[in-house]
């Protein structure tokens, strides 16, 4: 089974994406924000990582640029999901290490063809 | 001192504010039957107001103004004197 | 899903509101980058998650307040306290939303409207940069449906009057006067006031049961001023009104049932050529006559008292839509525009592209973004750990590609670390690959200089099957009443086990088994460990912050400080302490009514402070602490304090105390006569600065809460009010005594300690018995006199058995006949033939089915 890392300081955010994701038939784990994603992505091995901008303690650039540095992470695909939709911000996005930029809300059947893809395990 | 009772009469006089709700409205369920004289009344706060529409107590005068003419529209003139 | 989702988004959108809001009024305080931070993330949080609902109005409405923070953050606007108004309100309006969608599961009807109006006022400070210029210029929106229930006079009277008009509703929320709002008056200030209707939000209360400090009313108003003067107006009362700006036309509702009789025709077909004619006194004229052969009530009739009222002034257009309303023909000859049928030509179904089509377009964008990706610059330390991402992400879309598609991009693949080929291949994706199988591969002139990496074998490694378990802390949502059902049977269980205790006991009388007793008490002692840990844990799911009722004064203190033109720091201790759910509810209201209070006449205006010599700004400490069971709360302000003599003065003039009485008392004791019941409602009180107003309610319910209140106070310094509070109300711990045969329970965390007092050592002081307990004369209450039990028979013992019990500061020594054992209780409330009694505080129930009696000792004192 594919494994998804969700990482997001909001919870219910966190759980629509666990509830679509695992209807799908992945499994999920959850971090709250991005430094919490840096341990959890170390001590277990995920197939993709969905990741929310803005978080308290690290937030969604920090955890991506840090995470290509880090041989466990440097090879996982990453999509960033936010709620700003301009240019900039997504370029910000890709510079930090993002495979894709998404724009919130994620509707569930472009979250599981997003994650079916990039997770590269049929689910 | 903005509430007197008088007998069978209340009387509120010049501004009456919140505090008086109480005193009003305990003196009003005591003697559901008085009248309750406005002609002295210069303010009526919105909880006095309140209560007066609460306990609809027949009424002699009413303060000036628009606002407490359109709360106490509904309540019975007591005659003069 | 969605209502589990939704479930989880309530209260998660409730605490971001509070730490935006809490935010905001430190950020007022002092700026600082932290605290804008926290309502920064706090706020576009709440934005991103509301966008997974249906709630558009909601999103709009925190994305405004979201840009006009950015604007503040990167310091292009000073966040001054009209703007801090304004996010506060908008922020009490999702809170509104939240509350309503909890219930409703859907916004309320007005949401749309409200948002707007709400938006304009947050982006006219955007691009004004100061609140001076946020007219909220709120697009035309419908005239509300009740303005046909004001008076037709006074609709008659605005639409002379004419534009600019407004009509607002006005909904005070029920604990407005505490805030010391007047609603009546700020409706009688109201700029342009022409008429209002006055009525109740749902009904009038009833005179037994009304509580004459909340508010119900409702105001429907109508002013002929800008809206921007009558948002001005209203801007502290802003959450609570809904304002529209209405036309003239908008006045003229007709309402009553329609009246089919021929006249109307003939009248319509003279009006409309008196219209065109100009004849305007006729029309005047032939509306009231036919006013006077028909009812009054009639929707007609309603037309015709407009025409009469209008015939002189209004438009000719204006006067045809009543002539219209009248005889029921179509205003004009507006041809009715036939439905026009869309039969458009079938438009081409998409070519099926199978099954797999939507995550081939899925994988292409995917592919596309790679491309994008690399082409944006990166610092060297990512560059290698970045391509290797996107050759994962190119190797895993390989599989949903066209096959020549997918050769290609696997061709460029396994020249791993050349980013050039990658891109080059990424981007054949734009124009659909040429039919030849081999792709145009620019020829890579270099080597790969980075190693390659390992390539994993395709697919990736296999995740280890259980995705459960190492998650993190998942919380439960459970019904309270859940929790209370298992608190109540916990509860019983601990009760019960004393049971055991008695059986113990009997068993030893009965067979004379000291052996079974034995065992049975240590089963007992297995069972009470047991079920007091099942008390603690159920008792710990219910324990709440004292922070969750504290947070809401520093609004209440700013708002109404504001109001009073005080100026008040509020300094809050101790809001980590716990303390059950119900206790704290239960404190909730008081603990209003105290704040208020003391902030409208114990902390003086800040001119009077100066006079006195102390600093212009106030302080109002708010404290909470644990104490053994009880949770004390205290409410502290540096105000001009109670005067002892005024209230002592009062109370002999109202009959509340005896001279006798009187000349017993300390001063803090008659201080302490405000909690009487009686003392504040029979007469005017601002004299004592007003605090007897409603305390009696305070102790009243603090008291039912199973705890006490008392005040210190220190004149010219300030006062300070003390609740104290069981922790929890489930079991109390008591004590059994005895008096004349009787056993009593009293509650332990009332007493202090117990004493043996030698009969020698009791004196008489001010006819009252005392004695010295380490230096402290404590007064005697003897326990069976305070029952009227009458007087033990045979001789006064040598030693008298005394329990010092805490009651508020005091202690007091209360004589009884012995002490007896502790237990734990459920006191239940007096009630049937009891519930009158004064003295106790309610009824147990023991372990041998006998009914204990449990004293309530600051009754008996």
Redesign the interface.
């Known amino acids: 089974m594919a494994r998804i890392l969700v990482v997001d300081d909001a919870t219910t955010v966190r759980m629509y994406y666990r509830d679509v994701l695992e209807e799908a038939g992945f499994a999920v784990e959850e971090a709250v924000n991005g430094f919490e994603g840096l341990e959890k992505a170390v001590a277990e091995s995920f197939d993709l990582i969905l990741v929310d901008v803005n978080m308290p303690k690290m937030d969604g650039y920090t955890f991506l640029r840090q995470g290509r540095t880090m041989p466990e992470l440097q090879a996982v695909p990453a999509v960033m999901i936010s709620t700003e939709s301009a240019a900039q911000d997504r370029e910000r996005a890709y510079a930090a290490g993002a495979n894709l930029y998404l724009v919130k809300p994620v509707r569930p059947e472009v979250l599981t063809e997003v994650a079916t893809v990039m997770a590269g395990v049929a689910p | 001192m903005a509430l007197e009772q008088d007998g069978a009469t209340i009387r509120l006089t010049g501004h009456c504010p919140v505090e008086e709700a109480e005193p009003l409205l305990d003196a009003l369920r005591a003697a559901p039957d008085a009248t309750v004289d406005l002609t002295g009344a210069a303010w009526l706060h919105t909880a006095v107001l309140q209560v007066l529409m609460v306990a609809a107590p027949a009424l002699r005068g009413r303060p000036d103004g628009l606002v407490p003419a359109a709360c106490l529209a509904g309540l019975p003139i007591a005659e003069a004197g | 899903?969605t209502n589990?989702?939704l479930a989880?988004?309530i209260p998660?959108a409730r605490e971001l509101l509070e730490r935006a809001g809490s935010g905001m009024l430190a950020l007022e305080k002092s700026q600082s980058a932290e605290a804008l931070d926290e309502i920064f993330?706090a706020v576009?949080?709440l934005?991103?998650?509301s966008?997974?609902f249906d709630i558009a109005p909601l999103t709009h409405l925190v994305h405004a307040a979201e840009d006009l923070l950015v604007e503040v953050r990167d310091g292009k606007l000073a966040l001054e306290p009209e703007i801090v108004d304004g996010l506060l309100d908008s922020l009490d309006l999702v809170g509104h939303w939240i509350d309503v969608l909890e219930t409703r599961e859907v916004l309320p009807g007005d949401a749309e409207d409200a948002m707007a109006g709400r938006v304009a006022a947050l982006r006219g400070w955007l691009q004004a940069g100061g609140p001076a210029a946020a007219a909220s210029t709120a697009e035309s929106q419908p005239a509300p449906d009740w303005l046909g229930a004001l008076p037709e006079a006074e609709r008659q009277a605005a639409y002379a009057a004419g534009p600019p008009l407004v009509a607002w509703s006005y909904e005070?929320d029920e604990s407005c006067?505490f805030r010391g709002?007047?609603?009546?008056?700020l409706?009688?200030q109201a700029p342009g006031?022409l008429?209002?209707?006055?009525l109740p939000q749902a009904s009038?209360?009833?005179?037994?049961t009304?509580d004459?400090?909340l508010?119900?009313?409702r105001f429907e108003v109508l002013c002929a001023a800008p809206v921007e003067a009558v948002t001005e107006h209203l801007r502290y009362v802003s959450d609570q009104v809904q304002l529209s700006p209405i036309t003239p036309g908008d006045l003229i509702v007709l309402e009553g049932p329609e009246d089919a009789a021929e006249v109307f025709g003939d009248f319509g077909t003279r009006a409309r050529a008196l219209v065109a004619a100009g004849a305007r006194a006729e029309l005047k004229a032939a509306a009231s006559a036919l006013l006077g052969i028909i009812g009054p009530a009639t929707r007609q009739a309603a037309a015709l008292r407009w025409i009469a009222a209008l015939a002189a002034t209004a438009a000719a257009d204006a006067l045809l839509r009543l002539v219209c309303a009248i005889d029921g023909a179509p205003p004009g000859a507006a041809p009715t525009v036939p439905p026009v049928t869309a039969a458009a030509a079938p438009v081409a179904a998409p070519v099926s592209t199978g099954a797999e089509a939507?995550?081939r377009q899925?994988?292409e964008a995917?592919l596309a973004?790679?491309a994008?990706?690399l082409a944006?610059?990166?610092?060297a330390?990512?560059s290698?750990?970045?391509l290797?991402?996107?050759?994962?992400?190119v190797?895993?879309?390989l599989r949903?590609l066209a096959p020549t598609r997918a050769e290609a991009l696997n061709a460029a693949l396994a020249r791993s670390g050349d980013a050039a080929a990658l891109v080059a291949a990424l981007r054949q994706a734009e124009n659909p690959a040429p039919a030849a199988a081999t792709a145009p591969v620019p020829k890579a002139a270099q080597k790969p200089a980075a190693p390659a990496?390992p390539l994993?074998s395709?697919?990736?490694?296999e995740?280890s099957?259980s995705?459960a378990g190492?998650?993190?802390a998942r919380?439960l949502r459970v019904d309270q009443a859940k929790v209370d059902t298992l608190m109540n049977f916990a509860a019983e269980l601990v009760v019960a086990k004393n049971g055991l205790a008695y059986l113990a006991g009997r068993v030893e009388q009965v067979s004379g088994s000291r052996q079974l007793g034995r065992e049975i008490k240590e089963q007992y002692a297995v069972i009470d460990r047991i079920a007091q840990s099942l008390q603690v844990g159920v008792m710990a799911i219910r324990m709440m912050p004292v922070s969750q009722v504290f947070q809401r004064f520093p609004r209440l203190v700013r708002d109404t400080t504001r109001k009073l033109g005080k100026e008040v720091e509020l300094v809050i201790q101790g809001e980590d302490t716990e303390a059950d759910k119900n206790v704290l509810e239960s404190l909730a209201d008081p603990l209003i009514h105290m704040v208020r209070n003391a902030l409208d006449h114990g902390i003086e205006t800040p001119a009077e402070r100066v006079a006195a010599g102390k600093p212009a700004r106030g302080t109002l400490r708010l404290s909470a602490r644990q104490e053994n069971d009880n949770v004390i709360i205290e409410v502290a302000d540096d105000g001009k304090g109670i005067d002892p003599e005024v209230v002592r003065d009062k109370a002999l003039r109202v009959g509340l105390i005896t001279p006798e009485q009187a000349a017993q008392m300390a001063p803090e004791e008659f201080v302490n006569l405000v909690f009487a019941p009686g003392f504040?409602?029979?007469?005017?009180?601002?004299d004592l600065s007003?605090r007897g107003?409603?305390m009696d309610v305070v102790r009243n319910a603090v008291r039912k809460a199973g705890g006490d209140v008392w005040l210190a106070s220190r004149l010219g310094q300030g006062s300070c009010v003390t609740v104290q509070l069981p922790l929890t109300m489930a079991v109390t711990r008591i004590v059994t005594v005895e008096a004349r045969g009787q056993q009593y329970g009293v509650a332990m965390d009332t007493v202090a300690e117990t004493v043996r007092v030698p009969r020698g050592q009791i004196h008489r002081i001010k006819q009252r018995e005392t004695f010295v307990l380490r230096d402290a004369v404590i007064p005697l209450v003897r326990l069976a006199d305070s029952l009227g039990l009458g007087a033990a028979p045979g001789e006064p013992p040598e030693e008298e058995a005394v329990m010092v019990a805490r009651i508020g500061r005091e202690r007091v020594g209360i004589v009884v006949d012995g002490f007896r054992e502790r237990m734990e209780v459920i006191v239940r409330p007096l009630d049937g033939l009891l519930a009158g009694l004064v003295g106790f505080s309610g009824t147990a129930l023991l372990g041998d089915g006998r009914v204990l009696l449990v004293l309530n000792l600051p009754d008996l004192i």
Request: hydrophobic share 40%; net charge neutral.
């Open positions: 899903m589990a989702l989880q988004f998660e993330r576009h949080t934005k991103g998650t966008g997974l005070p006067f709002d007047d609603p009546a008056h409706v009688a006031l008429g209002l209707r006055v009038v209360p009833p005179l037994e009304c004459p400090v508010s119900w009313l939507p995550l899925r994988a995917i973004a790679q994008e990706m944006v610059p990166v610092e330390a990512q290698a750990g970045r290797e991402s996107v050759r994962t992400v190797r895993r879309c949903y990496a994993p395709a697919p990736a490694a995740a099957e995705g190492a998650g993190p919380m504040s409602t029979k007469e005017q009180v601002s007003g107003v409603g």
